[in-house]
Structure formats: structure tokens, C-alpha cells
């Protein structure tokens, strides 16, 4: 608001809360409310979201409320519409304790520790209420992130720099973010060369966090005065600028070095200590996705900023984008061109370090449902938390969490046995476990009925009102008015609306959201995206100009930054693979159905095969037997491993966002299944042999006795067939054709295997079947036995089935190579099925 000449104008004030104090310049506006936005933030339950509004009004200020469900007071009385000025007390939300304002002279009290406000006259963005002006935002709470342990008395702490001093050069407008506005702490460089940085007590600098190593980082002094930054082999990493350290990196003026969910910046002789508790921004500015060379738009210049401890939901039509949003949001699919800026920084280019403080829960559960919930979640911690934590600290944390999320009465029921809102919680509650900063679900409440879709949108309200931002992706709109605010995406991945749920319809027109949806459809060549740039609730909301301006330098084109690095491993490889094999084996422990199909298989099958071989391998028995032998080894190795990868898909790439091993995910699959299957085939072959005359030449086999032999030929093929198992698992895209496959892998055994057909000197199929593992095993066991003495004939003239050392060690050492390949194949395949970002 601008006077105009001649015309009187109101005097300036301080607005002074128990939080602060804030300069009032005659040249704007402020709203009074519990949103993060307001000029004036008030963080009282008792307080509206958008409460009042304090303007200048000619020569005097006005306070008006607005329409808040406890009124607003001044000098006493409640208000709607009055007159105020130096000496004025107001009272919000209760007239003897409600959260309280003093209007004061221009000059603040010469006490007053917080910043003083921009000069008088200047009129700064309406953007700062992304986070809240300095003095009228309330402290950010401790529980809402990692606190730091105060400092060794050696080295102290000095009261809180000047407002002109430097803050770090990489966050655009500290002042107006949650985590960068004041120092957490600043100390004075000490005199000695090395300052160590790390959880043990005994560190120079202690920062409590459970995602910091017990020895992560020295700061040291260099010979010509600077400073560098060296990691000490953390598990999480040290970040400079927001990308990794390796080894050791100068310090410049400015510069900010992220541990855990601290950033420390050296300023001067002094280092500045910032902590991310939880409340922080995020800035959406210009997001765009296209496909097919740019010809398609999945997401068109999307803008709109997100407050602290805000609640926000993405809704829209199927195609409208929402899923590329969710991954533009989160740096999982980063956006072709504009910026994200996670209180300040630009999460693309400070990837490397931000993507730890951005939980994903996607749509399907993100745990082993055979699992109890405190033995899931526990394994969770323990491959996201370094390695050198200790378990009573990661079962500590468990247990935080699970009292958070309302999950005691079911820490120990397995989570299938959960109902669909309570398995979400839990979902939930693993990402927790790290204390993320953002948090993103996608559909969260798909398939749930009403009663457990408003459970869990009051779940996530809870989460945002703890010191979180939240933004959650869904088509239910039935619980839509717990949200702060609402993102409607119309399709081509436009903004048709953003602002507060409850203006959304009237903004509409209509009073339905079917209605709303249906002209989406009805209406596809309307612009509802030029619509919304020109309304009131753009201007109010989402405009341009409610944005702080970015520094140069602060941020640059999507996907161009250097933060392409694969994630931090918590754990070493061996350790991964350990924690990994041991969740395996309790999950596949308790699938008693699982269980039950892996003990009788090998069981009926040897018997079948017990039942074609008789007392003695005859020329009529021998090729049967040998052939059953064949197809149940293969059953029993691929139908443990067809269905393993692809029912975990969802579970994988979200861990590997975070850390997981590739290669020991696999191990451990491989180890597992690998045992279970070798058991399996030596009672196959000792149910289906054991006792039987074999008439190998002499009684011997070629290296050792013939039911050794063979029992390894089959224990191998039953491996290979494990492997080619995983390499379908691999392939496919949903969990339900794999039974299929499985059939058709059986009947390819067994034509091509050499039992039936005569493979050797055909061309092409006999080409074919080098890739076939029953064709190397069968050639093994027939090798033992001299098959081709028992069953003369041209079907067992094959060189394969000689009974000679090298012939046996090739159709060995060639399933041996095909279960290599196997996994070679599995392992590139996994690549395909990572996020975007683990590509790169």
C-alpha cells in the first residue's frame, strides 16, 4: 500500500510478541496467523490460520480480524474492525491469555536481541512470509529435529553474531528460512590446529544426531591461516556446498559444511552452527518435464511455495502429473528446467546432502509384511543409521517412533496383520526414523474406506503440526479441509489452483468435487492455468512476488548440478549384506505358505522320480529318472526365486535411495535362496536315488561315488535355475505373471535338456539349448552313469553325455557360467528399476 502524496501517513511501529519484535513499515501489510506465511506468525492451536490483519490506514493503523473462530482483542474489548497505535494491546485467540502484541514508538527497546527489520520506507517482498518475518516466528522447537549437545567448556559458545555479519553464501535469503535466519550457536576458532567433529561425548564439537558417525569430521587449521574440511570416513558423509568431501577440502568465507542435520559456516574467525529442525520451506519455482524430445508436457512451469509445518495436497485428474511433480519435489526424477529451494538451497544441486532429509513414503507398504513392526522397523535402522551405532540406540529410536505414531499396542503383531491404515503408519514410521525434514507420500490412503482415510490425514496433520512439511499426493478428497494447502493440477501438469482447501470449489464454481473433476474432462482446451495467474487467490498465495528473490549463483538448471553421486552407505557392504541376509531369512521364516511349498517340493518330486527309477536305472527307467531329476530341480530353484525381486521392487527402490548396496542386495538373495535351494536338491535327489542300483561303469563315478556326482549336478542346476529365476523376477513388471513363466521355463527344460529330442548336430537348436541349464546338468548325470551304455542309442550318442573328467567338468563349469551370467543380467536389470536420479 502506497500513500499518496499530501495525504497523512500512519506513523511506524515495532510490533513487539513474547517471540520479538517487528518493525511495521506504513508501506505494507501484515497478516497475523498460525500459517508459516504470515507476516506475523503466531504458533498457538488457539490462534486462526489466517487470523488478522494489521494495515495502515491514512494517518493511523487498523487491526481487523478476520473472521477467526476466537476473536481478536484490542485494549481489552473484542474487535472485528479498530483503531490502534503506540500503547495498543492486542490479545489473539483469548482476551486474558491469549497470545499477546504490543504496539509500540518506532524505536525498539535497547534490549531487544532480535534483528532489527528492513529500513524504514522499504518494502520487501511479500515472500517473507514463506517462513515468517525474524522477530514474529516462533523459535523452532527442539523435538522437531536432532539437537546438538553443548560444547566442550574449552570451547565456548559467543552470543549470536551481529545482523550485518556474513551467513553462508549458498542459501538465498537466510533471513526468510527456518534453519539459516540465526545461528544455532557460533564459536570462536580455538587456538589448536584440529577440531574434531562427531557423536562420541568425547569430540571437540558433540552433534547428538544418530545419523553422524562417532568420528565423522575434522576441521583443521592450514599453514597459511585458512581452513579445510577433512571427513574422517563417516558413514553418512561430509558434504561441502552441498557435495561430498572425499578426503580433505578448503574452507572459504561463507562456505557451509553439512553433518547430519547440522551446517556449520566459517565466518571470520568464528564458525556459525545452523541445526534443521524440522520447520523449513520449500520453494517450487518454475518446474518443467517433457518427453518425446519436448513434444509432450508432463509438467508445465509449476510455481507455488510451501510453508513451514505445513500441510499440503496434490490433487488432479489421472494425467494430470502428479507422480512427475512427486518426483520433481523430491530430486528422485529431477525436473528438466527450474529450481527447487529447500529453505534456501537449491535441492538439485545440494542433492548429495538435502536427499536425506526428504522422506518418501510411495503408494505400496515399504516393508516386509511378514515382519513384526519392531523387527522391520529395526532392520530399517539398521541399514539407515552408521554402522558404528550402537543397538540400544538404534531400539531407542524405534521405539520414539513407534510411540509417535500411535503403534505401541501393535509393536509385536506382523504387519499383514494390520489394517490398511495401521500398515501405512508404519510405512510412515520408517521414514521417521531418520527425522526427515520434508516428508512426501504418494496415495496414501488408496483403498482405504473413509473412516481410515480421514485416520491418516489427521495422522499426517499431526506430523506437519510437530515441526514437519508435509506434502501428500491423492485422489481422496474427503478429508481435504485438515490441509493447509491445496494444489489442484489440471492436465498437461498445470496449476488450475493453489491456496487453502476451503476456497477451492467457490473458486471453481461449483459445489461437488465430481463436478469440479468432470470439467477437467469436459472443458480440455480451457486455459485453467492463465485463469488461476490472473485471480485473486494467485496474487494472494502463489504469486511470483510472495517469493524471495533468489541470489545469483543460488541456483542453476535442473538436472546440470553435480549431485549425481551415488548415496552414502550407512553400513560397509558386509554389513549390509549381514543386516540384509538376516531380514531375508526372518521374512521368508515366517511366510509359512512359502514354507510349506519349499519343504514338500523336493519331497514329491524326488518321489516321482523314486517311483520311475525302481530298484535299478534299467534302459527303460533311466532317462525318466534322470529327466524328473531335471524338471524338479529346476521347479524347486526358479519357483523359490521367480516371485523375490519383483514383489520387493517397491521396498528396493526406495532403500536404494537412501544407501542400499546393489550387489549386497542381491548377495543376499542369492545367499538365502541359494542355501534353501542346494538343501532342497539333495533331498530331491537322496528321496529319489538313495538305494537305487545306478549302474555307473565299476560302480564309481567319474571323479567321485555316482550319488555324490549327481546329487551336485542337480544341486547346481537347481542354483542356475535359481538364478534364472531372479533374472525373470528381474524382467517383469508385475508379481502375477510370473507363474506363468514359470510353466513355460519348466517346458523349455524339458524339451531342450536332450531327453526327448536329439539336440546334438541340429543347427540352431542345439545353439539354443547351450543356453538351457538342464541341458549342461543332464549331460552330467548322464556322464556319471555312462547313459549311453545303459540306453544305447542315437538319442544318448551325445558328446555331452560321455563319461569322461573333461566332459563332466564342461557341462559343470558351463552351469556354473550360466549362473554367473544369470546374475550378471539380474544386476544390470536392477540398475533399470532405480530412481532416475541413481542412474545418472
Same mark, same amino acid.
Given at each position: 500500500m502506497v500513500q499518496r502524496p499530501g495525504v497523512p501517513t500512519a506513523p511506524e511501529l515495532v510490533l513487539e510478541t513474547d517471540r520479538g519484535s517487528t518493525a511495521m513499515s506504513p508501506g505494507r501489510v501484515y497478516h497475523v496467523g498460525r500459517d508459516p506465511r504470515c507476516e506475523i506468525c503466531l504458533d498457538d492451536a488457539r490462534v486462526s490460520w489466517h487470523h488478522a490483519v494489521l494495515r495502515p490506514d491514512g494517518d493511523h493503523w487498523t487491526v481487523e480480524d478476520e473472521d477467526s473462530t476466537n476473536g481478536t482483542w484490542a485494549d481489552g474489548r473484542r474487535v472485528h474492525e479498530w483503531s490502534v497505535g503506540p500503547g495498543s494491546e492486542l490479545r489473539f485467540g483469548h482476551a486474558a491469555d491469549g497470545p499477546r502484541a504490543l504496539l509500540l514508538g518506532p524505536t525498539p527497546p535497547p534490549s531487544e536481541p532480535t534483528p532489527p527489520a528492513a529500513p524504514s520506507g522499504a518494502e520487501p517482498p511479500v515472500a517473507s512470509r514463506t517462513a515468517g518475518p525474524p522477530a514474529a516466528r516462533p523459535a523452532a522447537r527442539p523435538a522437531a529435529g536432532p539437537p546438538v549437545a553443548p560444547p566442550a567448556a574449552a570451547w565456548p559458545v559467543l552470543p549470536p553474531p551481529a545482523p550485518a555479519a556474513a551467513r553462508p553464501s549458498r542459501v538465498s535469503n537466510p533471513a526468510l528460512t527456518g534453519t539459516f535466519r540465526q545461528p544455532t550457536a557460533v564459536r570462536p576458532l580455538p587456538a589448536r590446529t584440529t577440531v574434531r567433529i562427531g557423536r562420541a561425548p568425547d569430540n571437540d564439537l558433540v552433534v547428538d544426531d544418530l545419523v553422524v558417525s562417532? #568420528? /565423522?569430521?575434522?576441521? #583443521?587449521?592450514?599453514?597459511?591461516g585458512t581452513y579445510e574440511i577433512a571427513d574422517l570416513g563417516s558413514h553418512n558423509g561430509t558434504y561441502l556446498n552441498g557435495a561430498p568431501v572425499d578426503g580433505a577440502s578448503r574452507l572459504g568465507e561463507g562456505d557451509i559444511v553439512g553433518i547430519g /542435520?547440522?551446517?556449520?559456516?566459517?565466518? $571470520?574467525?568464528?564458525?556459525?552452527?545452523?541445526v534443521d529442525t524440522g520447520e523449513v520451506s520449500l520453494d517450487v519455482q518454475h518446474l518443467t518435464v517433457a518427453v518425446d524430445r519436448g513434444r509432450k508436457t508432463l509438467l508445465g512451469d509449476v510455481s507455488f511455495p510451501v510453508g513451514a509445518k505445513c500441510l499440503l495436497a496434490v490433487v488432479g485428474p489421472s494425467g494430470a502429473g502428479k507422480s512427475t511433480l512427486l518426483g520433481a519435489l523430491t530430486g528422485l526424477r529431477p525436473a528438466d528446467r527450474g529450481t527447487?529451494?529447500?529453505?534456501? #538451497?537449491?535441492?538439485?544441486?545440494?542433492?548429495?546432502?538435502?536427499? =536425506?532429509?526428504? $522422506?518418501l513414503v510411495p503408494q505400496d507398504d515399504i516393508l516386509h509384511a511378514q515382519l513384526t513392526v519392531r523387527r522391520a522397523l529395526g532392520y530399517a535402522a539398521e541399514l539407515r543409521f552408521p554402522q558404528d551405532t550402537a543397538r540400544a540406540e538404534r531400539q531407542a529410536r524405534v521405539d520414539e517412533v513407534i510411540g509417535e505414531l500411535g503403534l505401541r499396542e501393535r509393536a509385536d503383531q506382523p504387519i499383514h496383520s494390520l489394517s490398511g491404515g495401521q500398515r501405512k503408519r508404519v510405512s510412515v514410521a520408517l521414514e521417521l526414523l531418520t527425522k526427515p525434514s520434508l516428508l512426501f507420500l504418494d496415495e496414501p490412503t488408496s483403498g482405504l474406506d473413509p473412516g481410515m482415510d480421514r485416520s491418516v490425514m489427521h495422522m499426517l496433520r499431526g506430523l506437519a503440526d510437530d515441526g514437519r512439511t508435509v506434502i501428500v499426493v491423492t485422489h481422496s478428497v474427503l478429508s481435504l479441509d485438515v490441509c493447509d494447502r491445496l494444489l489442484v493440477l489440471a492436465p498437461g501438469g498445470r496449476i488450475a489452483y493453489f491456496g487453502p482447501p476451503g476456497e477451492t470449489l467457490d473458486y471453481f464454481g461449483y459445489t461437488e468435487w465430481p463436478e469440479a473433476f468432470e470439467a477437467f474432462e469436459s472443458h480440455q482446451g480451457r486455459d485453467w492455468a492463465g485463469?488461476?495467474?490472473? =485471480?485473486?487467490?494467485?496474487?494472494?498465495?502463489a504469486s511470483v512476488a510472495s517469493r524471495p528473490p533468489r541470489r545469483d549463483g543460488a541456483g542453476g538448471p535442473a538436472g546440470t548440478a553435480g549431485f549425481v553421486s551415488a548415496p552414502p552407505k550407512a553400513q560397509s557392504w558386509g554389513s549390509q549384506l549381514s543386516t540384509l541376509v538376516r531380514r531375508y531369512a526372518a521374512a521368508l521364516g515366517a511366510d509359512r505358505t512359502f514354507l510349506a511349498i519349499m519343504i514338500a517340493l523336493p519331497f514329491v518330486m524326488g518321489a516321482m522320480a523314486r517311483a520311475l527309477a525302481g530298484s535299478a536305472l534299467t534302459a527303460e527307467t533311466a532317462i525318466n529318472a534322470l529327466l524328473i531329476l531335471c524338471v524338479g530341480g529346476v521347479l524347486t530353484g526358479a519357483a523359490n526365486a521367480v516371485r523375490e525381486l519383483v514383489k520387493e521392487r517397491t521396498i528396493y527402490q526406495r532403500e536404494r535411495a537412501v544407501g542400499l548396496s546393489r550387489s549386497a542386495y542381491l548377495m543376499s538373495k542369492v545367499v538365502v535362496l541359494g542355501a534353501v535351494t542346494v538343501a532342497q536338491a539333495v533331498v530331491l535327489t537322496l528321496v529319489g536315488l538313495f538305494g537305487v542300483e545306478l549302474r555307473a561303469p565299476a560302480g564309481r563315478g567319474v571323479f567321485l561315488p555316482p550319488l555324490v556326482e549327481i546329487t551336485l549336478a542337480v544341486a547346481l542346476l537347481s542354483f542356475t535355475a535359481m538364478m534364472l529365476g531372479l533374472l525373470v523376477s528381474a524382467l517383469v513388471r508385475k508379481e502375477e505373471v510370473t507363474m506363468p513363466l514359470l510353466v513355460l521355463l519348466a517346458i523349455v527344460q524339458v524339451v531342450f535338456c536332450g531327453a526327448l529330442l536329439q539336440l546334438d548336430g541340429v543347427p540352431v537348436i542345439e545353439q539354443l539349448a547351450w543356453l538351457v541349464p538342464s541341458r549342461w546338468a543332464l549331460g552330467a548325470m548322464a556322464g556319471t552313469i555312462d547313459l549311453g551304455a545303459i540306453v544305447p542309442g542315437t538319442l544318448t550318442d551325445d558328446p555331452l553325455f560321455a563319461h569322461s573328467a573333461g566332459v563332466w567338468l564342461l557341462n559343470m $563349469?558351463?552351469?556354473?557360467?550360466? =549362473?554367473?551370467?544369470? $546374475?550378471?543380467?539380474?544386476?544390470?536389470?536392477?540398475?533399470? /528399476?532405480?530412481?532416475?536420479?541413481?542412474?545418472?
Amino acid at each position: 500500500m502506497v500513500q499518496r502524496p499530501g495525504v497523512p501517513t500512519a506513523p511506524e511501529l515495532v510490533l513487539e510478541t513474547d517471540r520479538g519484535s517487528t518493525a511495521m513499515s506504513p508501506g505494507r501489510v501484515y497478516h497475523v496467523g498460525r500459517d508459516p506465511r504470515c507476516e506475523i506468525c503466531l504458533d498457538d492451536a488457539r490462534v486462526s490460520w489466517h487470523h488478522a490483519v494489521l494495515r495502515p490506514d491514512g494517518d493511523h493503523w487498523t487491526v481487523e480480524d478476520e473472521d477467526s473462530t476466537n476473536g481478536t482483542w484490542a485494549d481489552g474489548r473484542r474487535v472485528h474492525e479498530w483503531s490502534v497505535g503506540p500503547g495498543s494491546e492486542l490479545r489473539f485467540g483469548h482476551a486474558a491469555d491469549g497470545p499477546r502484541a504490543l504496539l509500540l514508538g518506532p524505536t525498539p527497546p535497547p534490549s531487544e536481541p532480535t534483528p532489527p527489520a528492513a529500513p524504514s520506507g522499504a518494502e520487501p517482498p511479500v515472500a517473507s512470509r514463506t517462513a515468517g518475518p525474524p522477530a514474529a516466528r516462533p523459535a523452532a522447537r527442539p523435538a522437531a529435529g536432532p539437537p546438538v549437545a553443548p560444547p566442550a567448556a574449552a570451547w565456548p559458545v559467543l552470543p549470536p553474531p551481529a545482523p550485518a555479519a556474513a551467513r553462508p553464501s549458498r542459501v538465498s535469503n537466510p533471513a526468510l528460512t527456518g534453519t539459516f535466519r540465526q545461528p544455532t550457536a557460533v564459536r570462536p576458532l580455538p587456538a589448536r590446529t584440529t577440531v574434531r567433529i562427531g557423536r562420541a561425548p568425547d569430540n571437540d564439537l558433540v552433534v547428538d544426531d544418530l545419523v553422524v558417525s562417532r #568420528r /565423522h569430521a575434522e576441521l #583443521r587449521a592450514r599453514a597459511d591461516g585458512t581452513y579445510e574440511i577433512a571427513d574422517l570416513g563417516s558413514h553418512n558423509g561430509t558434504y561441502l556446498n552441498g557435495a561430498p568431501v572425499d578426503g580433505a577440502s578448503r574452507l572459504g568465507e561463507g562456505d557451509i559444511v553439512g553433518i547430519g /542435520h547440522s551446517v556449520f559456516c566459517l565466518v $571470520g574467525d568464528q564458525l556459525q552452527e545452523y541445526v534443521d529442525t524440522g520447520e523449513v520451506s520449500l520453494d517450487v519455482q518454475h518446474l518443467t518435464v517433457a518427453v518425446d524430445r519436448g513434444r509432450k508436457t508432463l509438467l508445465g512451469d509449476v510455481s507455488f511455495p510451501v510453508g513451514a509445518k505445513c500441510l499440503l495436497a496434490v490433487v488432479g485428474p489421472s494425467g494430470a502429473g502428479k507422480s512427475t511433480l512427486l518426483g520433481a519435489l523430491t530430486g528422485l526424477r529431477p525436473a528438466d528446467r527450474g529450481t527447487v529451494l529447500y529453505d534456501g #538451497r537449491d535441492l538439485y544441486r545440494d542433492y548429495a546432502e538435502l536427499r =536425506s532429509r526428504i $522422506g518418501l513414503v510411495p503408494q505400496d507398504d515399504i516393508l516386509h509384511a511378514q515382519l513384526t513392526v519392531r523387527r522391520a522397523l529395526g532392520y530399517a535402522a539398521e541399514l539407515r543409521f552408521p554402522q558404528d551405532t550402537a543397538r540400544a540406540e538404534r531400539q531407542a529410536r524405534v521405539d520414539e517412533v513407534i510411540g509417535e505414531l500411535g503403534l505401541r499396542e501393535r509393536a509385536d503383531q506382523p504387519i499383514h496383520s494390520l489394517s490398511g491404515g495401521q500398515r501405512k503408519r508404519v510405512s510412515v514410521a520408517l521414514e521417521l526414523l531418520t527425522k526427515p525434514s520434508l516428508l512426501f507420500l504418494d496415495e496414501p490412503t488408496s483403498g482405504l474406506d473413509p473412516g481410515m482415510d480421514r485416520s491418516v490425514m489427521h495422522m499426517l496433520r499431526g506430523l506437519a503440526d510437530d515441526g514437519r512439511t508435509v506434502i501428500v499426493v491423492t485422489h481422496s478428497v474427503l478429508s481435504l479441509d485438515v490441509c493447509d494447502r491445496l494444489l489442484v493440477l489440471a492436465p498437461g501438469g498445470r496449476i488450475a489452483y493453489f491456496g487453502p482447501p476451503g476456497e477451492t470449489l467457490d473458486y471453481f464454481g461449483y459445489t461437488e468435487w465430481p463436478e469440479a473433476f468432470e470439467a477437467f474432462e469436459s472443458h480440455q482446451g480451457r486455459d485453467w492455468a492463465g485463469e488461476y495467474a490472473a =485471480s485473486v487467490p494467485y496474487r494472494k498465495y502463489a504469486s511470483v512476488a510472495s517469493r524471495p528473490p533468489r541470489r545469483d549463483g543460488a541456483g542453476g538448471p535442473a538436472g546440470t548440478a553435480g549431485f549425481v553421486s551415488a548415496p552414502p552407505k550407512a553400513q560397509s557392504w558386509g554389513s549390509q549384506l549381514s543386516t540384509l541376509v538376516r531380514r531375508y531369512a526372518a521374512a521368508l521364516g515366517a511366510d509359512r505358505t512359502f514354507l510349506a511349498i519349499m519343504i514338500a517340493l523336493p519331497f514329491v518330486m524326488g518321489a516321482m522320480a523314486r517311483a520311475l527309477a525302481g530298484s535299478a536305472l534299467t534302459a527303460e527307467t533311466a532317462i525318466n529318472a534322470l529327466l524328473i531329476l531335471c524338471v524338479g530341480g529346476v521347479l524347486t530353484g526358479a519357483a523359490n526365486a521367480v516371485r523375490e525381486l519383483v514383489k520387493e521392487r517397491t521396498i528396493y527402490q526406495r532403500e536404494r535411495a537412501v544407501g542400499l548396496s546393489r550387489s549386497a542386495y542381491l548377495m543376499s538373495k542369492v545367499v538365502v535362496l541359494g542355501a534353501v535351494t542346494v538343501a532342497q536338491a539333495v533331498v530331491l535327489t537322496l528321496v529319489g536315488l538313495f538305494g537305487v542300483e545306478l549302474r555307473a561303469p565299476a560302480g564309481r563315478g567319474v571323479f567321485l561315488p555316482p550319488l555324490v556326482e549327481i546329487t551336485l549336478a542337480v544341486a547346481l542346476l537347481s542354483f542356475t535355475a535359481m538364478m534364472l529365476g531372479l533374472l525373470v523376477s528381474a524382467l517383469v513388471r508385475k508379481e502375477e505373471v510370473t507363474m506363468p513363466l514359470l510353466v513355460l521355463l519348466a517346458i523349455v527344460q524339458v524339451v531342450f535338456c536332450g531327453a526327448l529330442l536329439q539336440l546334438d548336430g541340429v543347427p540352431v537348436i542345439e545353439q539354443l539349448a547351450w543356453l538351457v541349464p538342464s541341458r549342461w546338468a543332464l549331460g552330467a548325470m548322464a556322464g556319471t552313469i555312462d547313459l549311453g551304455a545303459i540306453v544305447p542309442g542315437t538319442l544318448t550318442d551325445d558328446p555331452l553325455f560321455a563319461h569322461s573328467a573333461g566332459v563332466w567338468l564342461l557341462n559343470m $563349469g558351463m552351469l556354473a557360467a550360466l =549362473s554367473v551370467l544369470f $546374475g550378471v543380467l539380474v544386476v544390470r536389470l536392477l540398475r533399470r /528399476h532405480e530412481p532416475a536420479i541413481m542412474r545418472k
